[in-house]
């Protein structure tokens, strides 16, 4: 039975359902969660809560003269029934996430992180379809997905970036709001955003089209040019998102600001106000690079995706009319300069992918060597460090002098980027 009390009856032993306040406003990861020390108890009363409901089929209750004491009966777990989920105590702040800081190589992270990015990729596909048919945001449903998503950006800064672009996917919509939702926690840990600003920053980056869907989807689909009048249309598009996130729950003045100008650009050629530089603000700016990168490293019907290197190049060379010259000096910095996926051609006349990076010596990745007729074995690469080459600098080292389409030499990258080569990302279903 759910069941609301006082805070201050809260008990070792008791089940907590709902803490009553918004995942926006306190650390932890998970509000469901049995009550296992008198400090988690503690934790949780710092956040100034009068009262929390608890489920007393999972965990104490408290005591009929309602001191607070839990019922022994229900404390009891009859021989063969379930356990109750027990939780440790975790929590979202910058000490837990610092503590993460790049501690699985980029390998494992893209492992490890596969199913959690793929099961996002569904319920927000759910969830966007839902808020199509007018039901009203609730954050706390993506609040889970996100914080693990910010989790896997401390404990590997490159393998999140790298495994949406592994990939190509149908249904753009909701991969892109994803992708770029993964683009902007990445840059904004680089940028070393508080934990609040990371998730204002990633909820805005999942909604930030939201009013796109208020836009008649013959505009939105049409293959061709935009008329004036269809463009006109678009244009509306970021005040609908705000709209639609100023009607919900708990947002913050930032996740709306990340949706009302994600269109502005840095010479104030942009829309909906024409802001310049820094009118334009931070969290916006960094939808705005996101989502202009992913776009253009995405498949789309009416032309090819372009590579993840060439796109941050055309990037850099747009900074200052386009994007802040720092911030996409920034996203250069940390996605790569040849991003995790990049084929790069080298003095030698040989071809490596690219699949680890320096984040002291960008342009030296480590690279897995591909022979030009793609019959190297994934299960077994040769691996070279190209900073840290047995010739050292001399001249006859390695070094990269460009880089090609993967899909030009029929060569898949995720083949030999993952561990599990029958690696898959389900959207579908
Ligand atoms: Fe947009």
């Known amino acids: 039975m759910i069941k609301t009390i006082n805070v201050q009856q809260l008990k070792v032993g008791m089940y907590v359902e709902d803490l009553g306040m918004s995942w926006l406003n306190h650390p932890f990861l998970r509000t469901r969660r049995l009550i296992k020390s008198d400090q988690e108890i503690k934790k949780i009363k710092q956040y100034g809560l009068l009262s929390i409901k608890i489920d007393t089929t999972k965990g104490g209750d408290v005591s009929p003269a309602g001191d607070g004491r839990p019922q022994p009966q229900t404390m009891i777990l009859s021989p063969g029934k379930p356990q109750p989920e027990t939780i440790e105590p975790e929590e979202l702040?910058?000490?837990?996430?610092?503590?993460?800081?790049?501690?699985?190589?980029v390998q494992d992270e893209m492992a490890q992180v596969t199913r959690v990015y793929s099961e996002f990729l569904n319920r927000t596909r759910i969830f966007l379809s839902q808020v199509q048919i007018e039901k009203p945001i609730n954050l706390e449903e993506v609040a889970s997905d996100l914080d693990e998503l910010i989790q896997s950006v401390?404990?590997?800064?490159?393998?999140?970036?790298?495994?949406i672009k592994l990939k190509t996917f149908d249904e753009y919509t909701y991969t892109h709001s994803v992708n770029v939702c993964v683009l902007a926690l990445t840059l904004g840990r680089f940028l070393d955003f508080p934990v609040p600003m990371l998730r204002a920053v990633g909820i805005g980056a999942l909604f930030h089209d939201l009013g796109k869907m208020a836009i008649p989807e013959e505009i939105i689909n049409k293959p061709g040019p935009l008329t004036m009048e269809e463009f006109g249309e678009i244009r509306k598009h970021p005040y609908f998102s705000a709209k639609l996130l100023r009607n919900a729950d708990h947002v913050s003045r930032e996740t709306i600001e990340c949706a009302l100008f994600h269109h502005e650009r840095y010479g104030g050629q942009g829309y909906p106000k024409g802001l310049k530089a820094n009118e334009i603000p931070l969290s916006a700016q960094v939808i705005s690079l996101a989502d202009v990168y992913d776009a253009m490293t995405s498949e789309r019907i009416y032309r090819k995706k372009i590579s993840s290197h060439e796109t941050?190049?055309?990037?850099?060379?747009?900074?200052?009319?386009?994007?802040?010259?720092?911030l996409v000096s920034n996203l250069v910095k940390c996605l790569g300069v040849y991003p995790i996926g990049s084929l790069v051609k080298l003095n030698t006349g040989e071809m490596g992918l690219v699949m680890d990076i320096d984040s002291h010596d960008l342009m030296n990745p480590k690279i897995i060597l591909i022979n030009d007729s793609d019959q190297s074995d994934p299960h077994s690469p040769q691996i070279l460090d190209l900073a840290n080459q047995s010739g050292g600098k001399s001249k006859n080292a390695r070094r990269i002098v460009g880089v090609d389409a993967p899909e030009k030499w029929n060569i898949d990258p995720a083949k030999y980027l993952f561990n599990d080569p029958s690696f898959t990302v389900c959207c579908s279903g």
């Open 93 to 105: 702040t910058n000490e837990t996430l610092a503590a993460l800081a790049d501690t699985v190589s």
């Open 154 to 163: 401390f404990r590997n800064r490159y393998a999140l970036s790298a495994l």
């Open 312 to 326: 941050l190049r055309i990037m850099y060379a747009g900074r200052a009319v386009q994007f802040d010259p720092v």
